[in-house]
């Protein structure tokens, strides 16, 4: 999940994914964040399976015009629902993974699990874990869009989740070699959102040393617990895929599964995010932000990040 975090750099307001409070919530507001609550308790799979049913059916009679043009391979998808992740031929090329980063040196970026600073990239603040780019900077930067709604993309997490997906969250994220104490997305954790995927992109060469994202294999077949919490790696038992790989590395996670984002010991990675979802989060207060590229990109999936 992104971060609540509100800082400024140049005299402008950079802002990433915001929480709702029940303090501050709306009423509208209130009754998502108790819908979300709700479903926490409930923890059978064959409950859940059958939620996700009658939810499936509601889309479908809602918005019965929405159908697949090209089927994935029949492999691929079992091997995702089997796994809990699922790694993908590249779509990003070497140069167009070299435009992001040449377009993100000059844009600020925050502190998000330590101080709160903005900064750039040649001046990382001491201690700072972990760097997030805001929505404004991640939508508006070469080639994310185009990721984010290619065709492959969207038709398997159309098969996965059963029905035509929204993106509920983006993220450019730097993580950084540090020896503090690690942030809970740096120890394994599950999401509780029913229906929700998240595809993640390698914009930097990963190796162990660099942090690679870790999943626990088959993980999101287990009982979902009441109580989210975070695991040290010896609390987690079977297989833990640490997935490696070279500059446009692309892979699929479910987020109900045991994920984490490893700690880098010599070199930082830069990651991009995107979590495609049946429903908007209840947590998040989403504030779309204006698009300057010349795609023309489907409401119903961008809704929720374009303006």
């Not at 989740?161 to 120890?187: A, E, Y």
């Amino acid at each position: 999940m992104q971060p609540v975090i509100v800082g400024s750099a140049n005299a402008r307001t950079i802002i990433v994914q915001r929480y709702i409070t029940f303090a501050s919530a709306s009423k509208s507001e209130r009754m998502r964040l108790g819908f979300y609550y709700c479903q926490r308790f409930i923890t059978s799979l064959k409950v859940r399976r059958f939620s996700l049913r009658i939810l499936l059916l509601f889309l479908r009679r809602c918005f019965p015009h929405f159908t697949l043009s090209s089927p994935r391979p029949g492999t691929e998808l079992k091997d995702f629902q089997s796994l809990g992740y699922i790694k993908l031929a590249p779509i990003l090329s070497e140069m167009q993974c070299q435009e992001i980063r040449s377009y993100l040196l000059t844009c600020p970026l925050l502190d998000t699990k330590g101080s709160g600073k903005t900064f750039l990239l040649d001046d990382v603040p001491e201690d700072c874990q972990i760097g997030d780019y805001p929505l404004s900077t991640v939508v508006n930067c070469p080639n994310v869009m185009e990721l984010a709604n290619h065709p492959d993309i969207l038709g398997l997490a159309f098969e996965y989740l059963g029905f035509m997906p929204v993106i509920t969250g983006m993220s450019l994220r730097w993580t950084f070699p540090h020896s503090n104490t690690p942030d809970k997305v740096q120890r394994f954790h599950r999401d509780c959102e029913m229906g929700s995927i998240k595809l993640m992109v390698y914009l930097t060469d990963v190796d162990a040393e660099s942090g690679p994202h870790t999943f626990a294999t088959g993980t999101h077949l287990d009982r979902m617990p009441v109580r989210l919490q975070s695991f040290s790696d010896n609390q987690v038992v079977g297989e833990h895929k640490a997935i490696l790989g070279s500059v446009g590395t692309t892979f699929f996670i479910d987020t109900r599964g045991l994920h984490k984002g490893s700690i880098p010991t010599a070199k930082p990675r830069l990651m991009l995010g995107v979590q495609y979802s049946l429903l908007p989060c209840p947590l998040f207060k989403y504030e779309p932000v204006p698009y300057t590229g010349s795609l023309k990109l489907q409401t119903y999936v961008n809704r929720l990040m374009i303006a």
